[in-house]
């Protein structure tokens, strides 16, 4: 079966199939429903769809640090950072404003996220989830794949 989604979608759904964890604190966000109690035929099915959203994530994330890297400016220790905001000297004074480049990359990179693919996705069904394990995972997009 084929689906449209947004890129922004693709990275959702990746996250709800593959498990996500917070990068800076290591709490983990979503287990991931490949790593629930799946019949062996449907983890089979999923295999190939994980991969083909592992590397829409990977051309996403290349993108983005191109984007970054367009956008922002090196730190000291080589680093490329953008931030939402600047300081910037008013006479005697500090005052923090608006980063103008910070909005320029948050335009650009959202018209990246809300471009619309075609993806070749398993046919889940109910039966399917019926001896699937317990989860507290959320899964918006992964739903919609469900017949």
Do not use: C
């Not at 800076?24 to 295999?47: D, H, M, R």
């Not at 923090?96 to 990179?109: G, R």
């Amino acid at each position: 079966m084929s689906i449209k989604l947004t890129i922004d979608e693709v990275l959702q759904l990746e996250a709800e199939i593959n498990g996500l964890s917070n990068q800076q604190t290591g709490e983990v966000v979503y287990k991931g429903f490949a790593n629930l109690e799946l019949p062996i035929l449907l983890k089979y099915e999923l295999s190939e769809l994980t991969k083909s959203l592992s590397e829409e994530k990977s051309k996403v994330d290349e993108l983005r640090n191109e984007l970054v890297t367009k956008y922002g400016s090196t730190k000291e220790d080589g680093a490329v950072e953008i931030k939402p905001t600047v300081e910037v000297k008013k006479g005697k004074k500090t005052e923090t404003v608006k980063n103008e480049k910070y909005v320029e990359f948050l335009e650009e990179y959202g018209k990246l996220l809300n471009k619309e693919i075609e993806l070749d996705v398993p046919t889940i069904s109910k039966d399917d989830l019926r001896d699937v394990g317990k989860t507290t995972d959320q899964y918006k997009i992964l739903f919609k794949l469900i017949s």
